[in-house]
């Protein structure tokens, strides 16, 4: 009787590579920056096994789910740097109280094409309205668009802005400003607009300082849009 000794299997240069994979996806997705990748690769490909996806559309999936969770993060970020005082809607606004508004309008307002052309939006009326709950958000809206915002009322604006000049630093202050896309004033009066340059900085002419942020209060191109909320 003869015997045969069978030779151990030996681990080949692909069971060496597919054993190593998920330390080598960690490392190239930490490399790429691009995190969700890292953390979903290996769920979605055992769904795209069960499913018989092909390449193409594992890597599409992979790829839409890394890019919806960076602009969530990003929507999230400047909605914390817009300063908003409360976090408000459109679908969360009732339009029986406002019926003279047209839908139309908002749905297009709701779109912040506006933003990307430097236009403004005015909302006036008298109070009750939910003219701040619409200014925050169309805010909002333009958040979720990718354009950084900055919100504040009327009288912070003023105060700001009169400091600044005060202490020679308003067109520091103003450039910082321009930045951002779209600057909302919150809760206007129409004294505010009285372009009257030989008064002092003050509460009467605190609107006027504030060049390229109120409409009609400058002579100089704009840069970003506006959202105001004009009380009557």
């Known amino acids: 009787m003869t ?8 681990a080949g240069p692909r069971d060496t590579i ?4 998920p330390s080598m996806i960690a490392y190239l997705t930490r490399v790429l920056k691009t995190p969700t990748i890292g953390a979903f690769w290996e769920e979605l490909a055992g769904q795209a ?3 018989n996806w092909s390449h193409e559309e594992y890597l599409a999936a992979l790829l839409q789910r890394q890019v919806a969770d960076r602009e969530s993060k990003g929507t999230v970020m400047r909605i914390r740097t817009a300063h908003f005082p409360t976090v408000k809607t459109l679908e969360d606004f009732n339009l029986d109280h406002l019926p003279s508004l047209r839908r139309d309008v908002l749905a297009h307002l709701a779109t912040s094409t506006y933003v990307a052309k430097t236009e403004n939006v005015i909302l006036l009326g008298p109070p009750g309205l ?3 709950h619409l200014a925050i958000a169309l805010g909002v809206k333009a958040t979720q668009a990718g354009h950084s915002v900055l919100f504040d009322t009327a009288s912070n604006w003023i105060t700001r802005l009169a400091e600044a000049h005060h202490a020679g630093r308003l067109e ?8 951002y896309r ?8 129409d004294r505010d607009y009285a372009d009257d340059r030989s008064k002092p900085v003050g509460p009467t002419r605190g609107a006027t300082v504030a060049v390229g942020i109120v409409p009609g209060c400058a002579h100089r191109p704009s840069r970003n849009a506006r959202v105001l909320s004009v009380g009557r």
Request: with cysteine.
């Open 172 to 179: 520091a202050e103003l450039k910082k400003i321009r930045r």
């Open 130 to 132: 939910g003219k701040t």
């Open 49 to 51: 096994r069960d499913e």
């Open 3 to 10: 015997t045969t000794k069978t030779k151990p299997a030996t």
């Open 18 to 21: 597919k054993d190593g994979m």
């Open 182 to 189: 779209l600057i909302i004033v919150d809760l206007c009066r």
